[in-house]
């Protein structure tokens, strides 16, 4: 018998199990996966919320922002690009996303002035993906943003937890 807290069923026995066999499912609502995602929208609309509220961010792009226009999504951008400038398709990996989709943010950021599409030094069939003076501005909103939301962290569930949750998502990614 394969036996979890809350589910129990015969291993040989290859049906599902019935609904009264699973005895509690509020494991749905509190594994790990689901709380690490909860964090993180949490965390994002946190930064968000911030970095709107930013002196330095163009106006234009912090009304964007509180108006819900400028999503996490396009926070993907901001994380990724390298200072230099970052092709399409490594811009996605980093990102975990389609090309196509981050094709589409990268044309988003662009209309917005926060990036553009240059021709690779490297590579002259090639075009790279760069900051904007605007955009560097966004990013050092995102840095300030993201170093407070962490430590609101800190503070919502003391330096210690802080710390051995760092520690442990550190080494979970890796």
């Known amino acids: 018998m394969i036996s979890t807290p809350n589910f129990h069923f015969e291993a040989a026995d290859n049906r599902p199990p019935s609904p009264l066999e699973i005895q509690d499912d509020r494991w749905r609502q509190t594994h790990l996966g689901r709380l690490l995602g909860h964090a993180m929208r949490r965390f994002d609309e946190r930064v968000l919320h911030l970095m709107a509220g930013n002196e330095g961010v163009p106006l234009a792009l912090a009304n964007l922002a509180s108006r819900d226009q400028i999503s996490a999504a396009h926070v993907h951008i901001t994380r990724h690009l390298g200072l230099n400038g970052s092709r399409l398709t490594d811009l996605a990996r980093a990102a975990g996303m389609s090309k196509q989709a981050m094709g589409d943010l990268v044309d988003q950021c662009t209309a917005w002035g926060l990036v553009l599409r240059e021709p690779d030094p490297l590579d002259a069939r090639a075009r790279r993906v ?45």
Not at 144 to 159: C, I, N, S
């Open 130 to 174: 760069v900051f904007t003076p605007v955009g560097l501005a966004w990013l050092q909103a995102f840095k300030d943003a993201v170093a407070q939301a962490e430590a609101e962290f800190r503070h919502a569930v003391g330096k210690d937890v802080a710390t051995v949750v760092a520690l442990g998502l550190e080494a979970y990614a890796h």
